[in-house]
């Protein structure tokens, strides 16, 4: 199956790209970064967790009006970030987490002490309670700021909420439209911010997902992962991921709605993973290891849901796309989805849909990412 190109513009609030988005490529593609974020080192291995001591860790670095004093802070804003190693200790970590909490064991408190601001500029039911609740769970304390306490960018300036926040909080977390509003926030927060979406990228939920196939066909690399919709923030990070962790990606999406043309090609010039975009999703799903699909109107989008419908027949993920898949596959969304449009109920229901551990690992991971954006 070949890959096309793409040929669809991004709307300017999709994403914003550094000032030096002219020279994306010209550094090895390996380690190149689209973004203008922080660089972040790799961790020390951490070793096992101890579920009897409370981890702590120094305080953060001192807030300055003047410029942020961020050295050694660690924000989560895209997988692409990281390296291999980093990503997979995360997902390990994650898995040591969750079986602790898993397990009942309320010892392990490693957020006790500590605070987390949570903006929503887009309301959310999977990232309120995952992040919330997860936070608690490991002894922290979260405090959710909605559409109307803050209007980041319209009633107070973006750099102002950053540097006000991280003198209170220990950490950031937002969910906004526009993905220059993360990397505003990032660059002048002085406290480890983390991406809970934008209309570019969602990598909290790619990292839940990752450790859902791990937990369910045993391993991420190698694997193929079929994404059948709109090429949206979802699609993006997929392909994030596979430019640092080596697996099959295959989106298959409508004539126009492919994802966007610099993320594709950042990911297949990283030289890790297969990576295609087709217009075919019967054939894309064939030999599937997992078989994904998301709204395809999201948030901001519900204007175009009736356009969309029309576009997008063909692309339901439906019994008969699962039998061509094979009786291995998985089902994945990233919920809440439109029964009866992008999937159907049978599908959803069925006995290898994973959707439901796949909301849970979203808190999971989460904690994880938190642990490590702190250091603990």
């Not at 609030?13 to 190149?32: C, D, E, G, H, Y």
């Not at 987490?97 to 408190?109: E, M, N, P, Q, Y």
């Not at 596959?329 to 439109?338: D, I, T």
Request: net charge positive; glycine share 6%.
């Amino acid at each position: 199956m070949a890959s096309i190109s793409c040929h669809r513009p991004v709307p300017s609030n999709k994403v914003s790209l550094s000032s030096s988005s002219s020279a994306l490529f010209t550094t090895p593609p390996s380690r190149s970064s689209l973004f203008s974020t922080v660089s972040v080192p790799s961790r020390a291995s951490c070793g096992r967790i101890s579920c009897r001591i409370s981890s702590t860790s120094a305080p953060p670095p001192p807030s300055s009006v003047n410029g942020p004093a961020k050295a050694g802070v660690k924000d989560f804003l895209h997988i692409s970030d990281f390296d291999k190693a980093t990503i997979m200790k995360i997902l390990d970590r994650a898995a040591e987490v969750k079986a602790v909490i898993k397990s009942g064991d309320r010892t392990f408190l490693p957020f006790k002490g500590k605070t987390m601001a949570m903006i929503f500029a887009k309301p959310s039911m999977r990232t309120r309670v995952s992040f919330e609740t997860g936070f608690f769970l490991l002894g922290g304390h979260a405090i959710y700021l909605g559409p109307n306490d803050i209007q980041m960018g319209k009633r107070e300036e973006t750099r102002d909420v950053a540097r006000v926040l991280s003198r209170y909080n220990d950490i950031i977390m937002a969910r906004v439209f526009a993905h220059q509003d993360i990397l505003d926030l990032a660059k002048h927060a002085t406290v480890p911010v983390i991406n809970g979406l934008t209309d570019y990228n969602h990598p909290c939920q790619i990292m839940a997902d990752a450790l859902t196939i791990i937990e369910h066909v045993g391993r991420l690399e190698g694997t193929k992962v079929v994404y059948v919709g709109d090429g949206n923030n979802i699609v993006h990070s997929w392909l994030l991921l596979a430019a640092v962790i080596p697996f099959h990606f295959v989106c298959a999406c409508p004539k126009g709605f492919e994802p966007d043309a610099k993320t594709v090609l950042k990911a297949q010039q990283a030289g890790i993973s297969k990576i295609e975009i087709t217009n075919d999703p019967q054939e894309a799903v064939r030999g599937a290891d997992v078989v994904y699909s998301d709204v395809w109107a999201s948030m901001g989008q519900k204007e175009e849901a009736a356009h969309r419908r029309q576009v997008f027949q063909g692309f339901q993920v439906d019994e008969n796309l699962m039998k061509l898949a094979g009786p291995k596959a998985y089902f994945m969304h990233c919920l809440p989805a439109e029964r009866g449009v992008e999937v159907t109920d049978g599908v959803v229901e069925a006995p290898n849909s994973i959707v439901f551990s796949q909301a849970e690992n979203r808190m999971h991971a989460q904690n994880a990412i938190m642990l490590h954006a702190l250091g603990l």
